[in-house]
Structures are given as C-alpha cells and as structure tokens.
C-alpha cells in the first residue's frame, strides 16, 4: 500500500538555526499539505501545495515558512531561524481529490 | 466557541463493548467529515469518511447530522487494538482543503 514517508524522523536545533524538512508524498496524488501538532495539543493546519504553488495557508504560516516541491517527488517545508515554540511534531499529507494521508511525522525540537 | 470540539476522555471500557465518541462543528459552511485514529505519539490514520446518509465499515459506524452540525463514531466489540485517540476531522471544501481537528477523544479499552 503506497504511503508518505518523511525525513528525518527526529531533528534537533538550535534556536535560530534553519531547517528543512522532507516528505515523499504518494506518488498519484496532486496535493500536498503540512500541518503540525505540538505535544498535548491539536493536530493544525499550515499549508497546502498544488500545480506547484500554495493554494491555502493559514496564520501559523508566516513568512519564516517556505514550501517547495524540488524535484517530482520530494516536498519540503523549511523553517527559517527557529524559535523554540517552533517544537512540535510535523506532519506531512498528500491527497487525490478527497481523503488525505498522512506521513509519519517528524519530531522537531528547538533547543 | 471551538471549531471542532470534542470529549476528552478518556473512555475506559472492557473488550466486547459498545462506545460512542460524539463531535460537533461550528462553521455550518462545513462539507467533509472524517474520523481519523491517532496512537500515542503517530500521525493520523484516516478511519472514515462520514457521508450524509451515514455509513458503516464493519465494527464502525459513523453518522452525520447537519442540522445539528454533529457528528458521530459507534464501535462495536471493542478490541484492545482500538485504544487510540480518535479524532473528529471537518472540510470547508469550496476551493478549501484544509482539515480542521478536534483534540480528539481517548479510548482505552481494558482486559
């Protein structure tokens, strides 16, 4: 069964530091979504991606976020200068016109 | 007034038995309705869609009420490997994918 993965699985910084996290989304779908979930807390939306441009973002996605599709398989999310609130765990999801798949994660934490 | 709001939890019930996890939406402009599982430290999995006339996938039945914008999950015969969070998922839709989470509900099913 085909499903997203994402790398890395966990990734420690420093406050100020950037970071690019990876995600390989199933190979059909046409959208592409980020969203995180900071421990003890709700899953929420950041972005979403398609035909090669973002199509939706929310108000967490200020202008230290980035989305970027590099090459016909990779989506990256990159977090200029990280903040220590910036510590969450970060989902990747793709999707085909409906239902939406999610990756992994990976654990981000800002120290 | 949450978008999605849920019952915590937990819900701690023996093997075999019936639980119902309930969850209502605030924005009545809301299309798409889904039931996504979470274990402990995961990403979402995607459980079921709900759909208007309501819809069963074996143990699990969910059912949608839009006058009262609430939504609801029955599992049948209980197994230890359906303790999990389950969270309740809602889409504006109309040029909007973003997927708004409750915080989600815990079931523990016990021995």
């Known amino acids: 069964e085909p499903e997203v993965t994402q790398t890395p699985s966990h990734q420690v910084t420093q406050m100020g530091q950037e970071v690019i996290l990876r995600c390989v989304p199933i190979?059909?779908?046409?959208?592409f979504y980020w969203y995180r979930q900071i421990l003890g807390q709700k899953v929420e939306f950041l972005v979403s991606?398609?035909?090669?441009?973002?199509?939706?973002k929310s108000e967490i996605f200020d202008d230290q976020f980035s989305v970027e599709r590099p090459d016909g398989s990779n989506f990256t999310l990159k977090i200029r200068s990280t903040k220590l609130e910036d510590s969450a765990m970060y989902f990747c999801?793709?999707?085909?016109?409906?239902?939406?798949?999610f990756g992994p994660g990976t654990r981000l934490t800002v120290t | 007034r949450k978008e999605v709001e849920q019952d915590p939890g937990p819900f701690n019930v023996p093997e075999g038995a019936t639980v119902a996890f309930n969850c209502t939406y605030s924005?009545?402009?809301?299309?798409?309705f889904f039931w996504y599982r979470q274990d402990c430290r995961k990403e979402p999995k995607l459980l079921m869609s709900?759909?208007?006339s309501g819809n069963e996938d074996g143990r699990f039945t969910a059912q949608l009420n839009r006058a009262s914008q609430y939504i609801s999950l029955l599992i049948r015969d209980s197994k230890l490997s359906d303790s999990a969070t389950y969270l309740c998922?809602?889409?504006?839709?109309?040029?909007?994918?973003?997927?708004?989470f409750g915080s989600g509900t815990r079931l523990q099913v016990q021995p």
């Open positions: 999801a793709s999707s085909d016109e409906y239902e939406q798949y």
């Open positions: 190979s059909n779908h046409l959208y």
């Open positions: 991606f398609y035909n090669n441009e973002i199509s939706e």
């Open positions: 924005n009545s402009a809301s299309q798409s």
């Open positions: 709900v759909y208007s």
């Open positions: 998922v809602v889409r504006l839709d109309t040029g909007r994918r973003a997927l708004t």
